[in-house]
């Protein structure tokens, strides 16, 4: 049985002119020692999903699931007092802006000793010698002198160091990385996401990295699961993705990639992820894809089969037919 | 960090000389003669008149006037009542004890409700007790305060007879008081009860002078405690799995305390302008009394040395939130 199973997860959102459905019937499992990354442009829903799963949404937010299991706990019936025990202790998440993501009045060593007192209860002089032994492990040099640091007196790189040394700080057996490469300089990412691998390496925890970047993706996932407008549209391990992807969409995000552009120029999808106005009839993507027809436009295709990465698509790509006509 | 106290010091020097300047002139604008104004109703003669202008050296160029005051100032001097031909100095620090204990128990008030009021407004955004807390904030802040402390007069004392009307203590105790705050010299006494009754002498004004404060604190915490729970670090903190309680008393709360501070600094100067009134209320033998009772009296060094003194402890406070902003927010803290 897989560490985390989701089934047919949607959210929707209470807006001042009606529901938005920002996640809309996914299913995602993780097994252990497993790195999955989920791909999709900006609003998509990839946030979205695994914030519902953390528990951390907003009120005006609507979570409906038929399944939500996690290390044989169940998530959709648990009371707020049992799940905070899993949160931050098994299952723990990093975000995308290390800068505000740690509290600017406490120094780091404090908001770090603090997780290892909520959740393993450790003395005080246990609690400081393994905040500098998770310091060390993130890489922070100097890691004693650091724990009395503020944040506003560190770069965004250590932030996010210290924002995965508490996260990993109760041995989390999954860690969700939300974009956490995303606002830092391009040689710091590469370290980042080295630190990422490594610790899954050496802790055996699964780690969900929520990216939409694709070179990130080739780099550091082993499957992946592409999102379009809240849904998920294709999901296959990283190599047979990237040779032989089966939806549109992901097609045209692998053409956009400029490591792959053959042309002057490089390809672009155009338009934008639909919105809560504009959400089309028949299938989402529909409206940006090349391949699209009048089916395509009236009815909203199911996932095909497994053999085919779940692609939610009429008209697959990269099929032994295709390939034969 | 000394530096930085002796630079707001010196920062002090300007401000305090446009105060004196203008408690000099403010006195002296108002229509009335204090010479008059002593004569009371009997009158006095033209040579007596003449006498008492140079004795008091309203005679000379007002220019003169005010630097005679001010080498007075800053030699210490206030120089002395009209009335009672003491010194500005000695009455002002008989009276200031009853003052400072009035504000200082209406501050804890306060901010001891101020506080919880705005973080549950904060946390129930948009619900029932939002509504009522902020509704009742917004009506506490708009109420005249003499209104309100005669209603409070007519229910509490009036009907209920639970409060006293005025006062610090009842009139049957009497004791010796060292540090001049009641509630520490009626306990040091040991008469029995003596305590008891200056709490129930205080509890009234307390309430009318804190209630301006409080729904300021209220609505000041309910905004700052808003805007910080949608930051990202509140997200970090339900992440870590804490607990709600956690989350708003400590990880929001004591960013949100940031602009409380301020407003709790300012809120010292609208105290000190609310006691004139409300010790004038509940004839509270403070420096607020003292300084109406003078200014009808038209006692220009009392008015003067007064409003000096008074502008000088806002300093004083203003400068002390500054200090504590360090302590608040370490990003201004000095390295």
């Known amino acids: 049985m897989s560490l985390l199973r989701i089934r047919n997860l949607s959210v929707e959102f209470a807006t001042a002119t009606g529901a938005f459905r920002a996640v809309d019937a996914v299913d995602q499992d993780v097994d252990t020692g497993e790195i999955l990354a989920i791909v999709g ?120 160091r210290v924002m995965i040394a508490m996260a990993i700080a109760c041995k989390p057996k999954l860690l969700i990385a939300d974009e956490p490469t995303t606002a830092l300089d391009v040689t710091i990412q590469a370290q980042i996401l080295d630190l990422l691998t ?43 993705l990237f040779a032989t992807p089966h939806h549109p969409y992901t097609a045209a995000l692998l053409d956009a990639l400029p490591e792959r552009a053959t042309d002057r120029l490089l390809p672009t999808i155009p338009g934008v992820v639909p919105g809560q106005f504009d959400r089309p009839a028949g299938c989402l993507f529909s409206p940006r894809c090349k391949f699209a027809n009048a089916k395509c436009k009236s009815t909203p295709p199911s996932p095909c089969g497994a053999d085919l990465g779940d692609a939610r698509c009429h008209y697959p790509l990269n099929t032994s037919e295709r390939i034969a006509s | 960090m000394l530096n930085y106290v002796l630079s707001r010091l010196l920062t002090f020097v300007p401000t305090f000389i446009g105060v004196t300047l203008i408690s000099f002139a403010f006195i002296r604008v108002l229509p009335g003669d204090p010479i008059i104004v002593m004569a009371g109703e009997r009158g006095l003669t033209q040579e007596r008149y003449a006498e008492l202008e140079q004795q ?203 602009p409380v501070i301020t407003v709790i600094g300012l809120s010292v100067g609208t105290l000190l302008a609310g006691a004139i009134l409300t010790e004038t209320i509940f004839s509270w033998p403070g420096i607020g009394k003292w300084m109406v009772d003078s200014i009808f009296r038209r006692d220009y060094p009392v008015v003067q040395g007064g409003l000096l003194l008074i502008a000088v402890m806002v300093m004083v406070v203003n400068l002390t939130v500054d200090m504590l902003y360090g302590v608040i927010n370490p990003k201004i803290r000095k390295r």
């Open chain 1, 41 to 160: 442009e900006s609003g998509s829903g990839k946030s979205v999903s695994m914030l519902a799963l953390m528990g951390l949404l907003p009120w005006t937010a609507t979570v409906t699931a038929d399944e939500m299991t996690f290390d044989g706990h169940d998530l959709l019936t648990m009371d707020a007092r049992a799940r905070r025990d899993i949160v931050g202790n098994d299952l723990a998440m990093i975000f995308q802006e290390p800068m505000s993501s740690l509290n600017p009045c406490f120094t780091v060593g404090w908001q770090i000793k603090e997780a290892l007192r909520i959740h393993l209860g450790l003395g005080r002089a246990e609690r400081s010698r393994r905040a500098v032994e998770l310091f060390e492990q993130v890489g922070i040099p100097d890691p004693a002198k650091r724990l009395s640091a503020f944040p506003h007196q560190m770069s965004g790189g250590m932030n996010q």
């Open chain 2, 56 to 258: 008091f050296g309203f005679d000379r160029p007002i220019v003169v006037q005010f630097w005679e005051y001010l080498t007075g100032v800053l030699h210490g001097d206030l120089g002395n009542s009209f009335v009672t031909k003491k010194p500005v100095w000695d009455e002002f620090f008989a009276l200031f004890p009853a003052t400072l204990e009035l504000s200082i128990c209406a501050m804890i008030f306060a901010v001891a409700l101020g506080l919880p009021a705005g973080v549950i407004a904060a946390v129930n955004r948009g619900k029932l007790y939002d509504r009522t807390l902020m509704s009742t904030a917004l009506v506490g802040y708009s109420m005249p305060i003499f209104w309100w402390a005669l209603l409070l007069i007519i229910v509490f004392s009036g009907n209920l007879q639970w409060t006293p009307v005025s006062g610090r203590i009842d009139l049957i105790y009497y004791f010796p008081d060292p540090t001049g705050f009641m509630l520490i010299d009626s306990l040091a006494s040991g008469q029995k009860g003596a305590f008891a009754s200056a709490v129930r002498h205080l509890i009234l004004p307390t309430i009318v002078l804190g209630t301006i404060p409080l729904a300021v604190i209220a609505r000041q915490t309910r905004s700052a405690m808003l805007e910080v729970l949608g930051e990202d670090y509140i997200r970090t903190a339900r992440a870590k799995g804490l607990s709600p309680g956690r989350i708003n008393g400590i990880h929001a709360l004591r960013n949100a305390l940031i």
């Open chain 1, 198 to 240: 490594s610790l899954r390496e050496e802790t055996g925890m699964g780690l969900v990295l929520i990216t939409h970047d694709m070179g990130v993706v080739a780099e550091t996932a082993e499957r992946v699961s592409v999102q379009y407008a809240g849904q998920k549209i294709e999901e296959q391990p990283v190599s047979p």
